[in-house]
């Protein structure tokens, strides 16, 4: 796997950028920086080129892939027409961390949308990302470049972590300035709907549209948590098991220390109000509990840090869910076998 720090990375001329770009024009799959995590690129118009994604990643075939855009015009060419919501939307929101499902014409790959009617589409807001796109000439279709399962990657080294050996090129932009997934709003009815919380708040959007709904599954994802741990993984897990922690932070010291008195050894992920609080090692700072996009930013890779020889149990604080605190939560509970709450 070739890594490259491209010189000039908002140029699509840069040397760096044009070898990438060679190498998607020849089916093959690249990873690169957007401003929310790394993505695993590939032509999003050639069949072959889509299923090197979802080899690369262990991926399900039945979960579809965001497509990226450099301009409106390669959204005009996979779409059966723009509703006028998404018009305002991309207007407000594009570049950014904002993925609209709009209706497919068929000319993206059929694996990219998994066989849906639908397709995702968004314009990232990262002058890497552009310039890649640009250079490339075509849409390029990317999950987050983590193997299935595990945390998507903030860095280009969690992007090696996870793909060295199995992709052809992972471009270095630096740390992602998110730090979480786009929102995924679908536009297809009349009042859009929420699938998937993150960089775009729902108050944001709420400032260009008069009614914006979330996804009931989003709702009842706490209820379908397994109550016991090390039941299965699923979604962003770390390498040892994540217990999440609802209450007051008195409540998180006397799980920690029952925790500690059972012989676990326990790794600590807490905001550094609480972690000021704790008598105890290992604790991962995730920034202020004020300060929520700070934490948005530091969480994928505090959930790697942990290893599994050195720690049986990762236990973290629950934040508030206001604004990126959402897309926080909903990854927070993904990740978490347990869910322990103090009411
Ligand atoms: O920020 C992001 O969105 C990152 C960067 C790389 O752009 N990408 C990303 O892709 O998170 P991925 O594949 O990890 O997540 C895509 C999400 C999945 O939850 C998928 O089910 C949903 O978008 N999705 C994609 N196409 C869809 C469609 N047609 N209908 C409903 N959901 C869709
Ligand atoms: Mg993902």
Request: charge should be negative; proline fraction near 7%.
């Amino acid at each position: 796997t070739k890594m490259w720090i491209p010189e000039n990375p908002s140029d699509p001329k840069d040397a760096s950028i044009q070898e990438a770009a060679r190498l998607l024009n020849h089916q093959e799959v690249v990873a690169f920086p957007t401003e929310t995590v790394y993505g695993l690129g590939a032509d999003a118009t050639n069949e072959k080129a889509v299923s090197g994604i979802f080899e690369a990643k262990g991926r399900p075939s039945d979960n579809p892939l965001i497509v990226h855009v450099s301009n409106r015009e390669q959204v005009d060419l996979m779409v059966n027409h723009i509703p006028d919501v998404a018009y305002s939307l991309m207007e407000a929101f594009w570049p950014g961390p904002l993925t609209l499902i709009m209706e497919s014409n068929g000319a993206a790959a059929s694996n990219v949308t998994a066989g849906l009617s639908t397709i995702g589409i968004r314009m990232p807001n990262h002058p890497l990302a552009l310039a890649l796109l640009e250079a490339t000439g075509k849409p390029l279709a990317a999950p987050s470049a983590n193997r299935s399962g595990r945390p998507s990657p903030t860095k280009a080294d969690h992007v090696k972590q996870d793909l060295d050996g199995r992709v052809a090129g992972i471009l270095d932009g630096g740390t992602t300035g998110v730090g979480l997934e786009s929102t995924v709003l679908d536009c297809t009815s009349d009042v859009p709907v929420i699938l998937r919380p993150g960089g775009i708040t729902k108050e944001q959007l709420e400032e260009v549209l008069p009614h914006v709904a979330i996804d009931p599954a989003l709702a009842g994802s706490e209820s379908d948590k397994p109550k016991s741990p090390g039941m299965k993984y699923t979604h962003y897990a770390p390498e040892s098991p994540l217990w999440l922690v609802e209450g007051e932070d008195d409540f998180f010291i006397e799980q920690l220390e029952q925790l500690k008195r059972d012989g676990q050894r326990v790794g600590v992920i807490a905001s550094h109000e609480l972690a000021g609080k704790l008598d105890h090692a290992p604790v991962i700072r995730c920034g202020s509990r004020d300060q929520l996009s700070e934490v948005a930013v530091k969480l994928y890779d505090a959930l790697r840090e942990f290893k599994r020889s050195e720690v049986d149990i990762i236990l973290t604080e629950a934040f508030s869910e206001k604004g990126v605190g959402a897309a926080v939560m909903n990854r927070l509970r993904k990740a978490a076998v347990q869910v322990v709450s103090e009411d």
